[in-house]
């Protein structure tokens, strides 16, 4: 069982939230899936995962996410800000693709994103993310069972 370490979800329309509950039960890790109400899903969670639900203002859930969580936490998230910031409080943050993000690429990811932002602004046209495939469900897996083990060891 892995001690004091939970995985944090951005459960704002994450796409591997099955994934995250398979590796998190083998490994016996709790789960906070942290979600707006207007994002409210049906489906019965397992005991181990937590729902909790904040109001829909823009930036309700990574705000809970990032007061709850500390160092050692994972957190499974797409939005880069949210990422920077559980990044210097020693968190451990990987995206619904499997990436794992480290202090060394938020600056230049946010970046990135910043002017897409500004061509999209300006008219341009900009490529979306691309649909999540099997090949990407698979590796997600893979890399959080890697994070998990490694939390195991210590």
């Known amino acids: 069982m892995i001690q004091n370490k939970r995985i944090f979800v951005d459960g704002d329309g994450c796409p591997v939230l099955e994934e995250i509950i398979h590796c998190a039960s083998e490994f016996k890790c709790p789960v906070l899936f942290v979600h707006s109400y207007?994002?409210?899903?049906?489906d019965l969670l397992p005991t181990f995962v937590q729902e909790v639900i904040t109001?829909?203002?823009?930036?309700a859930v990574d705000m809970e996410i990032c007061n709850r969580s500390s160092t050692g936490d994972i957190t499974v998230t797409q939005d880069l800000g949210l990422a920077g910031l559980l990044l210097a409080k020693g968190g451990v943050v990987l995206s619904p693709r499997g990436n794992i993000i480290e202090n060394e690429q938020v600056d230049f990811l946010l970046d990135r994103r910043h002017d897409e932002a500004k061509k999209r602004?300006?008219?341009?046209?900009?490529?979306?993310?691309?649909?999540?495939?099997?090949?990407?469900?698979?590796?997600?897996?893979?890399q959080l069972k890697k994070i998990l083990s490694k939390k195991q060891e210590f």
């Open 55 to 59: 109001d829909p203002d823009r930036e």
């Open 38 to 42: 207007a994002h409210s899903r049906s």
């Open 121 to 142: 602004k300006a008219g341009k046209k900009t490529r979306g993310p691309k649909k999540l495939r099997d090949e990407d469900r698979h590796f997600f897996k893979q």
